[in-house]
Every structure is written in C-alpha cells, then in structure tokens.
C-alpha cells in the first residue's frame, strides 16, 4: 500500500488514523506492518465497507478536506470494493539503524552471506547489483536493470530485498549502498 508523503506525516504526527482504498483484494492486513518514508505503520483493521458508510468524520481522519474529496479520490478506480484501514505509527524504520552499522562480526555475516546466498539462487545477482549501484549511485532503475540485462520492474523487487538487509539506500532518483552495503561488498572480494 502506497501512500503520499502528506498522509504519511499526518499518520507520523498522528492527525491521520484511517486509510481509504478501493482494492479487488486488500493488500494488506490487519496485524500486520508497513515500512514507510516515516517509519513503521501498524495496520490495525482492515475492513471492507460500502462507501455509502463513509462518513465526514472518516474523512477528516483519512487526511481529506471533505467527504467529496475522498469520494472523488475513491472514483479515480471503478473497480473493487472499498476497504477502510485503521493505521497508527508505531516506530523508526528498523531499516535505517541496521544501514549505518559498517562494522559486522563474523558471525553476523556469515548469516548473512547465507541469506544472501538463498537470495542469489542460480541467477548470481546480488554481487552484480551491489556493484552496479556502488558504481553508479543516483542512476535511475531501468538504467541500471538494462545494464544488468533486467527488466525495471523485477530488479526494483530485488534491490528491494537488499534495502531490507540494509544494504542499500533509496534515493530521489536511483540507489546508494548503505555503508553497511559498502561493506558487505568489500567483504564479498567484489
């Protein structure tokens, strides 16, 4: 689940507890979590609910001006069924601590190397990524993905995996290895 900057600070600072989405089928559940631009989210309901249900107040608690507004954001999809999400912030990005860590003991990367070798399968992608990236920091995905021969959409799954062992850093535009990404690279001999 997507969500735009503003909503997301206002679910920060806690003016925003309700997300409104039309889905075929939700993305997310109840119980679980979202990693965000401000933090971790906990997705605490998730409930369909006739958008005749939806009230002002519901509005004002999704970040909207008006019930018309969100009604008009809820049409720009046609089809699905409207699902009403209660959310609250719970925590820093556990992401962000984990990438400033340079310094890793052996036994953590040899955990490590192994989930990253579960993760490279036959394919041998991660030291070919990482090293993309250290290259060439800022350069947008489907540049790099045709560099590696890749389609954008699956080598954005894949440094999405990296992001989350802390290895690499999302920019406005493109990636940067993290210094832990740093590095693991260097210890990789790549």
């Known amino acids: 689940m997507l969500l735009k900057r503003r909503f997301l600070d206002g679910i920060a600072g806690g003016s925003i507890s309700l997300v409104f989405r039309r889905w075929r089928k939700p993305t997310v559940k109840?119980?679980?979590t979202l990693k965000t631009a401000v933090g971790v989210l906990a997705i605490d309901e998730v409930e369909s609910t006739p958008?005749?249900?939806?009230?002002?107040?519901d509005a004002k608690r999704a970040g909207y001006s008006s019930l018309d507004e969100l009604k008009a954001e809820l049409s720009k999809r046609d089809e699905g069924d409207v699902y009403r999400i209660k959310v609250r912030h719970v925590g820093a990005d556990p992401r962000i601590a984990l990438r400033t860590q340079s310094r890793i003991g052996s036994g953590e990367f040899d955990a490590l190397l192994v989930r990253l070798q579960r993760l490279d399968g036959t394919t041998r992608w991660v030291s070919r990524t990482l090293g993309l990236i250290e290259c060439h920091p800022g350069r947008r995905a489907a540049d790099l993905a045709s560099e590696l021969g890749q389609e954008t959409a699956p080598f954005k799954l894949n440094v999405r995996k990296l992001k989350a062992l802390g290895l690499t850093e999302s920019l406005e535009v493109g990636y940067r290895l993290s210094p832990r990404g740093?590095?693991?690279l260097a210890r990789l001999g790549k």
Do not use: E, P
């Open 30 to 32: 109840a119980g679980g």
């Open 51 to 57: 958008l005749s249900k939806v009230t002002a107040v």
């Open 182 to 184: 740093r590095t693991v």
